[in-house]
């Protein structure tokens, strides 16, 4: 099953007088189960290209089809809704809230989805991220980066999402950390089946993908 499909996506942004073409036509088909590593130079558009597969964005032309439905960029409230039960997201820079504890951050996805996880689901995530189930009480500012990123993880995947979008999960990390977690990855994606893309400058990231794309001069091109 093709979980998303991008046909001719094309996005530009002005800069000054300047308009810059970050993505010209790009056709992407990913499916159900795929981990792919998303590459390129800083400033190639991978960050552009995920906020638009991740529905947080609308592309300027072409069209997406996510779980078999084209997406209207138009319908806000489809789109939140799309977002929050099928779209798990992990950045670069953790965005978890400071005044929750680790075990609220997992949950706020689901508590905006109107659920409270119950005890054993939370629990399951963090051992599934690899973060010992005693840190539940803490905060962020009393976790290294790592676990902060692995709770970012847990709480990408809190609602069962079809698809998790990660935009440099590991650029904070160092290299034990990083190969840490996306082993994590790669296994939550081969015991769920759940697809992963994952934008990284670091080749040990994109070596444990099954596949690679490099975005390059606005292009979308497989591994050569
Ligand atoms: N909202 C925006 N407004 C104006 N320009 C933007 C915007 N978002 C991105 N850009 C520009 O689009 C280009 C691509 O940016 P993008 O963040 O997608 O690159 P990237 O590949 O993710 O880079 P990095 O590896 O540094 O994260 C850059 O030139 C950037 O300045
Ligand atoms: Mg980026």
Request: hydrophobic share 40%; charged share 20%.
């Amino acid at each position: 099953m093709t979980i998303i499909e991008a046909n001719g996506i094309s996005k530009s942004f002005k800069s000054g007088q300047k308009i810059i073409n970050v993505l010209e036509k790009v056709d992407l088909s990913i499916k159900q189960g795929e981990m792919i590593a998303i590459m390129g130079v800083s400033g190639s558009g991978k960050s552009t290209l995920l906020h638009i597969l991740g529905l947080l964005n609308e592309p300027d032309e072409g069209n997406l089809i996510f779980l078999g439905k084209n997406i209207d960029f138009s319908n806000e409230k489809m789109l939140a809704k799309l977002r929050n039960q099928h779209i798990g997201f992990v950045f670069q820079f953790y965005s978890l809230i400071g005044e929750l504890t680790v075990e609220e951050n997992i949950a706020l996805p689901a508590m905006i989805a109107g659920v409270k996880p119950d005890k054993e689901k939370l629990e399951h995530l963090m051992y599934l991220v690899g973060l010992s189930i005693d840190k539940k009480h803490r905060f962020p500012s009393m976790l290294s980066g790592g676990e902060l990123q692995r709770v970012a993880l847990a709480r990408a995947l809190i609602n069962n999402p079809d698809l998790v979008i990660a935009d440099e999960p590991t650029a904070n990390l160092d290299k034990a950390s990083s190969i840490d977690i996306v082993n994590n990855m790669k296994q939550i994606n081969f015991q769920t089946g759940q697809t992963f893309i994952i934008a990284t400058h670091s080749k040990e990231v994109a070596q444990r993908c099954k596949r690679t794309l490099y975005l390059s001069g606005g292009k979308l091109g497989e591994e050569t």
